[in-house]
């Protein structure tokens, strides 16, 4: 084998491999934007829904809650613990530090009796100085109709400081409240609420939490620019290997013929039909004398 075809073969299998990552990575992309765009869906569409009573999408304080429900509205009468509201650290709101303020609801009617729903009610700013303590509005007294949206309980994160958390997870806000909260006993929601609207309004109101993102992101561009990188690949290097092959034929046929070899003549020259040896070239002709060189003689013949 000729060192044209193993380059050859070597290229064929670096555009393989290269095209195999490249459409992997597409794949990947792609299935980022199919799952992106199936949260979009969920959200167009369960957003500005009509509210529906929290047992209905909820029937059992236990009862975890469907994808397809998540930001969905619902009504639930109840009294907030304010005893037992617990910050939320490390999210800020359009660029604004602050903190998400979580109140659980004492559910009444609507719900299950006796069940804790953990509402965001809004954010509120840190000031200039984050050191300082935050001055929570306090909720509407006595019994109140919230309507929430709906969400998904997260996942516990690390520790914060006391009456502060990192994540919404409703065991974990439950777990961080002061100490002396009436939550002994009650049956937290395995969701927890992001506060739209409250009857009777409170006396001051938080900052109203923004409405989620809808944009696609670039996830399907860059599935199409991976395939397209896949495809130039493959292209690229057979084009080179397919060079390479050429050089190999072409060097082939350039090989001088051995006169020894079957077929050749006694004196050494080719056989009857074999591609004749390029001639050499005619010696250049001496040129002749130069406009310079005459122009000296006819002056040294007037000197003369």
């Known amino acids: 084998m000729s060192a044209h075809v193993r380059r050859a073969l070597a290229l064929v299998l670096v555009a393989l491999v290269v095209a195999t990552g ?18 979009i869906q969920v959200v167009e569409r369960n957003y500005a829904a009509e509210p529906v009573p929290l047992d209905e999408v909820l029937p059992a304080a236990g009862a975890a809650l469907a994808t397809d429900d998540v930001w969905r509205r619902a009504v639930v009468t109840g009294r907030y613990l304010p005893e037992a509201t ?3 650290r490390n999210r800020p709101v359009e660029s604004t530090p602050g903190y998400h303020v979580l109140v659980p609801l004492l559910v009444e009617e609507g719900g299950e009796p006796g069940g804790v729903l953990v509402v965001n009610r809004g954010f509120v700013g840190m000031g200039t100085d ?3 303590a935050v001055d929570v509005p306090a909720p509407p007294p006595g019994t109140v109709e919230v309507t929430v949206r709906l969400r998904l309980d997260e ?4 520790a914060a400081a006391a009456g502060q958390v990192q994540a919404i997870s409703v065991a974990q806000v439950l777990d961080q409240a002061p100490d002396g909260s009436a939550l002994d006993g009650l049956i937290p929601y395995r969701a927890y609420g992001a506060l739209a609207d409250e009857d009777p309004a409170p006396a001051q109101a938080l900052v109203p939490l923004p409405a989620p993102s809808t944009d696609p992101g670039s996830h ?7 395939w397209t990188f896949a495809l130039g690949a493959l292209v690229g290097f057979c084009v080179l290997a397919r060079r390479e092959l050429a050089d190999a034929r072409v060097g082939d046929e350039d090989e001088p013929e051995d006169p020894g070899a079957p077929g050749s003549r006694d004196d050494g020259t080719p056989p009857a039909g074999a591609r004749a040896s390029r001639a050499p070239r005619p010696a250049r002709r001496d040129r002749g004398p130069s406009a310079e060189d005459v122009e000296d003689a006819l002056i040294d013949a007037q000197l003369r």
């Open 220 to 226: 399907l561009s860059y599935a199409f620019q991976w």
């Open 130 to 132: 984050g050191s300082a």
């Open 22 to 39: 490249c459409a992997f990575a597409g794949r990947w992309q792609w299935n980022r934007h199919v799952a992106r765009d199936a949260l």
């Open 86 to 88: 617990v910050l939320l």
């Open 155 to 158: 996942p516990r994160a690390r």
